[in-house]
């Protein structure tokens, strides 16, 4: 019986690589249930709404950083997750994807990725001035920045009461290229990519030429890379070489191709996917849980 076409353009290329280590992984019944936080509360009681949104200004080499909180609304210390946005900082759909990890019993930052060249928690439009501005800034920031603010925001996890030191990346379009890099720093865990740009192009940030593929032994994370079979920007000879450098590095990883645009993810605009967009943030809510508790 042939596959019924909505089903058939749904389904995905799923590959696993896991580094050699040696250890021995826990027994599944020895896992702390999905979604607790690191405590002896038991999921009954355990409020896993999530606390209204607050922020912080981070001091970074380049000036404050306005960093949005998303915090679950329950007793006890979470995980701590930086969420890397679009080129578009903190829109309404990068919001609301905070809120589903934060609702997931994850405490998630996410910092305004230009802050040196935009006000406090500005925002751009979804449109050609937004996009252009967005792209202009990409390659106006140096490397180095964009490396300096994911220390602080690390920095700021290892110091709040809340959180428990664990910590995790994920990011969407240019922030899954900075939540790949972010996971070059040894404290992260864990790291979600939904569809990296630039990395097989080496030409993010000043001077585009940037080193995240030579950096890519560097990662210990356990990472979660995903695509849009149908993405212009990451075609498919890219995704291969990010694959196989991911693979020569012993990186611990899996590998998702789906049919979907650029931007499938984004609860806004003609090319968003809610199907992919739920079965997606599922999957990565529970990786983050899985190497994060």
Same mark, same amino acid.
């Given at each position: ?37 690191? !405590? ?26 306005? !960093? ?26 990068? $919001? ?22 935009? %006000? ?6 979804? #449109? ?10 990409? =390659? &106006?920031? $140096? ?6 603010? $994911?220390?602080? =925001?690390?920095? +700021?996890?290892?110091? #709040? ?19 790949? *890099?972010?996971?070059?720093? %040894?404290?992260?865990? $864990?790291?979600?990519? +939904?569809?990296? !740009? ?19 032994? &560097? ?24 694959? #196989? ?15 979907? %645009?650029?931007? +499938?993810? *984004? ?27």
């Amino acid at each position: 019986m042939p596959i019924p076409e909505r089903r058939r353009l749904k389904r995905s290329t799923i590959h696993h690589h896991r580094r050699q280590t040696g250890k021995t992984s826990r027994h599944p019944g020895h896992r702390r249930p999905f979604g607790l936080p690191s !405590t002896d509360l038991t999921r009954h009681e355990l409020n896993m709404r999530i606390q209204a949104p607050t922020h912080v200004d981070l001091d970074t080499p380049t000036g404050p950083m306005r !960093t949005h909180l998303f915090r679950p609304d329950g007793p006890g210390r979470y995980p701590g997750v930086i969420l890397y946005s679009e080129i578009y900082q903190m829109t309404a759909p990068i $919001a609301r994807t905070a809120a589903v990890l934060a609702g997931h019993g994850l405490l998630v930052a996410v910092p305004d990725v230009y802050h040196e060249y935009t %006000e406090l928690g500005e925002a751009f439009a979804y #449109d050609k001035e937004g996009t252009d501005r967005g792209n202009q800034l990409k =390659v &106006e920031k $140096a490397i180095a920045a964009y490396d300096a603010d $994911a220390r602080s =925001v690390i920095d +700021f996890f290892g110091q #709040d009461e809340g959180c428990t030191g664990q910590v995790g990346t994920v990011g969407i379009c240019l922030g899954g290229h900075l939540a790949f *890099r972010a996971a070059m720093n %040894e404290e992260v865990k $864990a790291g979600v990519c +939904f569809y990296a !740009t630039d990395i097989h192009k080496r030409s993010l940030g000043k001077g585009m030429h940037d080193d995240s593929l030579d950096r890519i032994p &560097e990662i210990q994370a356990e990472m979660m890379m995903i695509w849009g079979r149908q993405d212009p920007h990451i075609p498919a000879e890219g995704r291969r070489l990010i694959y #196989d450098a991911l693979t020569a590095a012993g990186v611990s990883f899996s590998w998702h191709e789906v049919n979907g %645009e650029h931007a +499938f993810m *984004r609860d806004e605009g003609h090319r968003y996917d809610p199907e992919l967009a739920l079965l997606l943030n599922s999957m990565a809510c529970q990786h983050l849980n899985r190497h994060l508790r």
